[in-house]
């Protein structure tokens, strides 16, 4: 059974640091690609982050630029979003998913259930 599951959400003040990770198993992911998506209350579903796991390679999301980084770990099988100097805009539930293509928008092949990020002004 595939599986993400995200940790690592919390609240923080503006400014301030969080890493989210996302614990993948069920299945060998290396030729997959793996995506960090957002949804703020009442708004959609948008594309944060997104690394290729077999080259490392990172896709970012303009409002996150410079602030984030996605990273992954092959011997942990885990993907990290490293997020700098968080914004009140930032807070949203962070959903880590993946699929066989390069994807900034769904359709993904799996998803995880989410995590809330809250940042206070």
């Known amino acids: 059974q595939v599986q993400l599951v995200e940790s690592g959400g919390g609240l923080v003040q503006a400014g301030d640091s969080l890493r989210l990770s996302c614990a993948a198993s069920?299945?060998?992911?290396?030729?997959?690609?793996m995506d960090w998506f957002r949804q703020a209350p009442g708004k959609e579903r948008e594309f944060v982050a997104a690394?290729?796991?077999?080259?490392?390679?990172?896709y970012y999301a303009d409002t996150v630029k410079g602030r984030f980084t996605i990273s992954r770990d092959n011997a942990k099988n885990t993907v990290y979003l490293q997020m700098n100097s968080l914004k009140p805009e930032d807070t949203a539930v962070y959903y880590c998913?993946?699929?066989?293509?390069?994807?900034?928008?769904?359709?993904?092949?799996?998803w995880g259930q989410g995590t809330q990020v809250t940042v206070s002004s």
């Open positions: 690394i290729r796991w077999s080259s490392g390679s990172a």
């Open positions: 069920g299945r060998t992911f290396s030729s997959y690609v």
């Open positions: 998913a993946a699929s066989r293509l390069l994807r900034f928008t769904a359709p993904m092949d799996y």
